[in-house]
């Protein structure tokens, strides 16, 4: 089970005519199928002007897009957007926060590389994590191996900032050792106090232990 990454079209790239807005939000390369869209606006949710597509299907990973029409009072009246994506019984969000101080609050996609894209050879392997399209900067990047914090090895890219949407990278070495005897990788990103992960759970059977990890 490969959890979705939720990305939401940040405020600049809001498409808004006249007296109607709308918001887009993405939900991609999860498995299996079978995942689901809601929105709520400042805690409730909303069904009115939702438009969800499709599922497609690339390389054995799905995807699907939602998007969220508004008039321009409801836009003008709502602080908080936030899109829901729901797989496998975990729900995974994407949100905005208006404000009139610091500008919009974009949370950032957090992205593990799956086990069958990892780095492994010799007596080494790499872990790379991403955390995409959030603002404003300021987002930090941990890892934690069996529940237990790691430094070493770390490598966390500065941040790049485009359209007005930053991102960062970071890379964790791993001795073969160390790799053999961990069971569950987690890359937490922290942005404007709040935290969003990306796992996997190695496995010597088929089957996930948590809905929320990617496994081996």
């Known amino acids: 089970s490969v959890s979705p990454s939720v990305s939401l079209l940040s405020p600049s790239s809001l498409l808004i005519s006249g007296d109607s807005s709308a918001l887009l939000c993405l939900l991609s390369s999860y498995s299996p199928q079978g995942a689901t869209v809601s929105w709520t606006l400042d805690g409730s949710e909303v069904t009115e002007g939702v438009q969800t597509s499709a599922e497609s299907e690339r390389d054995g990973l799905y995807s699907r897009s939602s998007v969220l029409s508004l008039s321009k009072a409801r836009w003008e ?16 969000e994407a949100s905005f926060l208006k ?3 610091s500008g919009p609050s974009v949370s950032p996609s957090v992205s593990l590389l799956s086990p069958s894209s990892l780095l492994i050879s010799g007596d080494s392997s790499a872990l790379l994590c991403l955390l995409s399209s959030y603002s404003p900067q300021g987002a930090t990047v941990s890892w934690t191996l069996d529940g237990s914090e790691v430094t070493e090895g770390v490598q966390t890219s500065a941040e790049s900032e485009r359209d007005g949407l930053y991102s960062r990278s970071s890379v964790l070495s791993l001795s073969k050792a160390r790799w053999e005897d961990t069971k569950r990788f987690v890359c937490r990103g922290t942005h404007a106090g709040a935290a969003h992960e990306a796992s996997f759970l190695k496995s010597s059977e088929c089957g996930c232990f948590s809905s929320e990890d990617q496994c081996i």
């Open 99 to 101: 404000s009139s101080e």
């Open 77 to 92: 009246d709502t602080e908080r957007f936030v899109c829901r994506g729901t797989h496998a019984g975990a729900a995974h």
